[in-house]
């Protein structure tokens, strides 16, 4: 798990946490979130159409109304940056997720 400058600043930015406490909510975000495949609906399609279009992404986690979008393997990921859900999405964010 490494943090990219870009995505520790996203963090502090658009979460609102200071910038020493992006690493713990990075963390947080993959113990606790919900990843690409255990979403469906407008937030599947969200998520496919904004976060997975570069060719880099390789997994996105919903976590907070934010989705962390992560390069790399399992187990060694990277935080790229975070996206704000949308906020007809966020309101409504249990529809959206597939619970096990």
């Known amino acids: 798990m490494k ?3 870009h995505g520790s600043e ?3 930015e658009r979460i609102g946490t200071p910038k020493k406490s992006s690493s713990r909510q990075f963390e947080l975000a993959l113990e606790r979130g919900y990843p690409h495949n255990r979403t469906k609906g407008n937030l599947h399609k969200w998520i496919t159409a904004t976060a997975l279009s570069t060719p880099r992404t390789t997994r996105c986690i919903i976590y907070n109304n934010h989705c962390f979008v992560t390069s790399g393997k399992k187990g060694e990921e990277v935080l790229v940056t975070v996206l704000k859900l949308p906020t007809n999405l966020a ?3 249990e529809r959206y997720i597939i619970k096990e």
Do not use: D, P, V
């Open 3 to 5: 943090l990219t400058k």
């Open 10 to 12: 996203r963090i502090s």
């Open 91 to 93: 309101n409504k964010i």
